[in-house]
Nanobody
Framework: HVQLVESGGGSVQAGGSLRLTCAAS???????MGWFRQAPGDQREAVAR????????FYGDSVKGRVTIYSQNAKNTVVLEMNSLRPEDSAMYYC??????????????????????WGQGTQVTVS
């Protein structure tokens, strides 16, 4: 079993920035790691994903150009930096991961059902 530990999140004014971090307990396997978000009454939406094997990144259309996902180290810790935040970005943000052996798997893994391991979630509120 892989544990995902999230940090960051909080409240910010529109136009502001936030940084979310997710650390996986398995520091040696290759993963597709990503962030999803879910607002009350909505489906869980893919925000961004990264294949830790080579750093390839993939972004959801609603956040493209405003967020960046990257690996902080070589031990499966990833960071999501969000800029120009809007009230509609308010949601619970979840880190997710699934073991993967090639980048193409991460490209295709655009739905929550593609991921096995999940963090507890961290709230982002934009006002």
């Amino acid at each position: 079993h892989v544990q995902l530990v999230e940090s960051g999140g909080g409240s910010v004014q529109a136009g502001g920035s936030l940084r979310l971090t997710c650390a996986a307990s398995d520091t040696s396997s290759r993963f597709c790691m990503g962030w999803f978000r879910q607002a009350p009454g909505d489906q869980r939406e893919a925000v961004a994903r990264i294949y830790t094997g080579d750093g390839d990144t993939f972004y959801g259309d609603s956040v493209k150009g405003r967020v960046t996902i990257y690996s902080q180290n070589a031990k499966n810790t990833v960071v999501l930096e969000m800029n120009s935040l809007r009230p509609e970005d308010s949601a619970m943000y979840y880190c997710a991961a699934v073991r993967a052996t090639y980048s193409g798997y991460c490209l295709a893994a655009s739905s929550a059902a593609d991921f096995i391991y999940w963090g507890q979630g961290t709230q982002v509120t934009v006002s």
